[in-house]
């Protein structure tokens, strides 16, 4: 079992910032990979940003630049995310898979996820 909770949306202006926080545990998680996921409503569930344990990021084209994505520790990892565009608007999860090094794995537990939303 891996246990998830994701935190820190809200509703800010366009050129805002918000920083989402993610906590993970459970006797299954290894601790290798995390990542953000999001998806808007009628769209597709999207990769935003993933870490692995040693620190190597993969972010998706169109938050290069603006997003960060961290770890504060094996079980805590952050997004801070500067300059929103209304297109980020969406609910946000944190998402976990269950590899203890290498490639990370396909991702299988979530949290509840946590709104942003981004007006113009």
């Known amino acids: 079992q891996m246990w998830v909770k994701d935190s820190g949306g809200g509703s800010v202006q366009a050129g805002g910032s918000l920083r989402l926080s993610c906590e993970a545990s459970?006797?299954?998680?290894?601790?290798?990979?995390l990542g953000w996921f999001r998806q808007a409503p009628g769209g597709e569930r999207e990769l935003v940003a993933e870490?692995?344990?040693?620190?190597?990021v993969k972010y998706a084209d169109s938050v290069k630049g603006r997003f960060i994505v961290s770890r504060e520790s094996k079980k805590t990892m952050y997004l801070q995310m500067d300059n929103l565009k209304p297109d980020d608007s969406a609910m946000y999860y944190c998402?976990?898979?269950?590899?203890?090094?290498?490639?990370?794995?396909?991702?299988?537990?979530w949290g509840q996820g946590t709104q942003v939303t981004v007006s113009s």
């Open positions: 998402e976990t898979e269950s590899s203890s090094n290498g490639p990370c794995l396909e991702y299988t537990s």
């Open positions: 459970g006797p299954a998680y290894s601790g290798n990979c």
């Open positions: 870490i692995d344990r040693d620190g190597t």
